[in-house]
């Protein structure tokens, strides 16, 4: 098993015929992904990559049996791009695109409310099942199938921890990129849950940074339902404090949000967190012995 | 992105937000036109970007024409943390019957925008957050546009104690709403909002804060953009697509993404080293960026070594390789460098450097200890 896609997910492209898009789209096919459809309006009846382009999700979904979408489309069309995708029932929206503004994003995720379809991102890297599908920008041989679930909220980062793993012969179930924005679809406590009833993930690794609370919702939540080995690594100790927006800010969050303050409420819930990405192979082996 | 107190109470005005009569001056004379407009007593507020502005002296009550020459010169010589001073706002002083705390914003953690609201305003509000947290009300718009108007008066009665200023209350956060909506607003927030004794409201602060992932749709804000806010490097990163600052050391960090240019800076930290820098180039890197990043760099007379790691996925390391030639041949590069590459087209960035006699590492270990070793 794996979380969240495998080798039945059927992948339509949102900015199909996009630079990045397109590129992507190749790239996917290439892993071995079942991508079945692209939808860019106004393009419906062209061909990339020999996947057929459609100008509506709707209508993608009905004709290719659709049930993951992936985001490619500039910032400003992106919310449009993501509302559509819920209104079609699309079980899975993974959105790549980065500088969305924050308000579209309450409006999406206000959408999102009552529905089945979850979001991962938006401005993330995807995620990857290796052996089975990849859904993102990631690239894809660094993977390796086998038992440790990686969930993390950067890109390049989450990489650097999977390269180490596969070196060392710790094979991945499921890798998944959170996205780096304040307001993300899934978040670390969503995916552990999956990873946590995910037959084929033995131990998790978890790769967070300085701002927003997930770090210590997650902690929380390990605590109290994670019964699977968990390893840690957070990155911006050295980070400058952040620029603070004016009182409010204060207020709204209840925590710290910097690197300490995050790895201590994680060790304190029963996770190793390490110093460097390259120490973590080495805790897992331990861990899963 | 921020804007001054004038700009955003000129916004509040816009959105029939009530305000103190006044004009921003920058000369003595225009103060003088202004103070004559609008009568004794007055207070005049420095216009800086940074907190802690009535404790640095920035803000003065004037009550005639030799107290406003006084004090007007005095404040424009004043420098608030690093920054002169260079405008003033000048509006009517009031005497003060109540202030309140108003501000609407988002909590990421709810997905949500949010109100807040306490009857203890004023400069110790997060004092206030801290020890007295019941006294900071606040109210989640659930997605909504507009106040829902059910659940609205368990919100509005705890804060405003009769009718009229309920009225007057929720009109005041429905404007600031519509703000915040029409602008892509991160912060709109009312720092007293007061009542003076003859019964009158006034937003006697005003400060603004917006998205900068929205600004794309607003000129106009971005007209309003104050650059002396914003370190030089910093702002020419920007405007070439690059993620930067500065730090206190001596090794400068080129890395291509946030999360692992942070952990980058950390490890050099941890190995004994001084990161000098955070520098993320971003995905799908041309020459060009590693050429202007590094030229960047090079320009803190602080560097002592050079590190570039990247890990290619989008980005391709054969282009990292070609700008650190191009750089190379352009700049005068008098510090070592180590680079790292691993990923998308490694092969041939290793090949296109070794010729330069450039050496590589594939281990982030190995040359972050190869770099804090050569800056000491």
Redesign the interface.
């Known amino acids: 098993m794996s979380i969240l896609i495998d080798q039945n997910t059927r992948l339509l492209v949102q900015g199909i015929t996009g630079r990045d898009g397109s590129f992507h789209a190749q790239k996917m096919l290439e892993y071995g992904t079942k991508v079945v459809a692209g939808v860019t309006p106004g393009k419906g009846g062209q061909e990339v990559s020999a996947v057929p382009v459609f100008n509506t999700v709707a209508e993608a979904k009905e004709k290719t049996k659709a049930n993951t979408a992936v985001i490619y489309v500039p910032?400003?069309f992106a919310k449009d791009a993501m509302l559509e995708d819920i209104k079609a029932g699309i079980e899975l929206i993974v959105c790549i695109t980065e500088?969305?503004?924050?308000?579209?994003?309450?409006?999406v995720?206000?959408?999102l409310?009552g529905t089945k379809t979850r979001l991962i991102g938006p401005n993330c890297?995807g995620l990857i099942s290796p052996g089975k599908s990849k859904v993102g920008?990631?690239?894809g041989h660094?993977h390796k199938s086998g038992p440790i679930g990686v969930v993390?909220?950067?890109?390049?980062?989450?990489?650097?921890v999977v390269?180490n793993l596969t070196l060392n012969n710790l094979g991945q179930s499921s890798c998944v990129g959170l996205g780096?924005d304040?307001?993300v679809g899934m978040r670390f406590v969503d995916v552990l849950e999956l990873f946590m009833h995910d037959n084929e993930t033995k131990a998790i690794v978890m790769?967070g940074?300085?701002g927003?609370?997930d770090e210590q919702?997650a902690a929380e939540y390990i605590w109290k339902h994670i019964k699977k080995p968990v390893v840690g690594?957070i990155?911006?100790?050295?980070?400058?404090k952040g620029k603070?927006?004016?009182?409010?800010?204060?207020?709204?969050s209840s925590g710290e949000s910097t690197?300490e303050a995050k790895i201590k409420v994680l060790q304190n819930a029963g996770v190793v967190v390490v110093?460097?990405?390259?120490e973590i192979p080495a805790v897992l082996s331990k861990k899963l012995k | 992105m921020k804007i001054h107190e004038y700009q955003a109470t000129a916004l509040f005005k816009k959105f029939n937000i009530p305000v103190l009569p006044g004009e921003v001056a920058t000369q003595l004379k225009e103060a003088q036109a202004i103070a004559k407009q609008i009568g004794y007593p007055l207070v005049l507020k420095a216009q800086v970007l940074v907190?802690g502005r009535g404790k640095a002296g920035g803000i003065k009550v004037v009550r005639n024409s030799e107290d406003l020459v006084k004090n007007f010169e005095q404040l424009k010589k004043l420098v608030i943390k690093g920054y002169p001073v260079e405008r003033i706002l000048i509006v009517r002083a009031i005497d003060i019957k109540k202030e309140y705390?108003v501000?609407v914003?988002?909590?990421?953690?709810q997905?949500?925008?949010?109100l807040?609201a306490s009857v203890a305003g004023g400069v110790d509000?997060?004092e206030t957050?801290k020890k007295n947290p019941q006294a900071?009300k606040k109210f989640y718009l659930?997605?909504?546009h507009t106040i829902d108007l059910k659940r609205w008066p368990d919100f509005i009665y705890s804060i405003f104690p009769d009718k009229a200023s309920q009225e007057l209350g929720t009109k005041i956060f429905q404007n600031l709403i519509n703000l915040?909506?029409q602008y892509?607003c991160?912060?709109a927030?009312i720092?007293p909002l007061v009542q003076d004794r003859g019964g009158e409201w006034h937003a006697a602060d005003a400060?603004i804060?917006f998205?900068d992932?929205?600004l794309?749709?607003h000129g106009d804000i971005q007209a309003m953009s104050d650059p002396k806010y914003e370190e030089i490097e910093e702002l020419e990163a920007k405007q070439q697509g690059l993620s930067f600052?500065k730090?206190d050391g001596n090794v400068g960090c080129i890395?291509?993404?946030?999360?692992?240019a942070?952990?980058t800076?950390?490890?050099?930290?941890?190995f004994g080293g001084n990161?000098a820098n955070?520098l993320d180039v971003g995905?799908s890197s041309s020459p060009e960026k590693v050429l202007n990043a590094l030229k960047i760099i090079l320009r803190n007379p602080k560097i002592k070594a050079i590190l570039v790691n990247i890990?290619?996925?989008?980005?391709r390391c054969d282009d990292i390789a070609n700008g650190i030639l191009a750089a190379r041949q352009q700049l005068k590069i008098s510090v070592p460098m180590v680079v790292r590459l691993?990923?998308?087209n490694e092969e041939q960035a290793k090949a296109i450097l070794a010729k330069e006699k450039i050496s590589t590492y594939s281990?982030?270990?190995e040359a972050i200890r190869k770099v804090v070793e050569l800056a000491k």
């Not at chain 1, 500088?99 to 409006?107: C, E, F, S």
């Not at chain 1, 990155?235 to 400058?240: I, S």
């Not at chain 2, 890395?255 to 692992?260: D, E, F, M, S």
């Open positions: 910032a400003k500088g969305i503004p924050t308000l579209d994003m309450v409006d995720m206000h959408a409310n890297p920008i990631m690239p660094i993390s909220r950067s890109g390049t980062l989450t990489y650097e390269y780096g304040p307001i790769v940074e300085i927003g609370e919702m690594f990155a911006g100790k050295m980070a400058p603070r927006m004016g009182h409010a800010g204060a207020i709204i690197a110093d460097a990405p390259d | 907190g705390y501000a914003t988002i909590d990421p953690t997905n949500d925008v949010v807040i509000i997060e957050a900071i659930q997605g909504e915040f909506y892509d991160s912060l927030e720092n400060k804060n998205d992932n929205a794309f749709r600052v730090l890395v291509n993404g946030a999360g692992l942070m952990a800076v950390d490890i050099v930290k941890l990161p955070f995905g890990f290619g996925g989008i980005t691993t990923g998308t281990s982030m270990r």
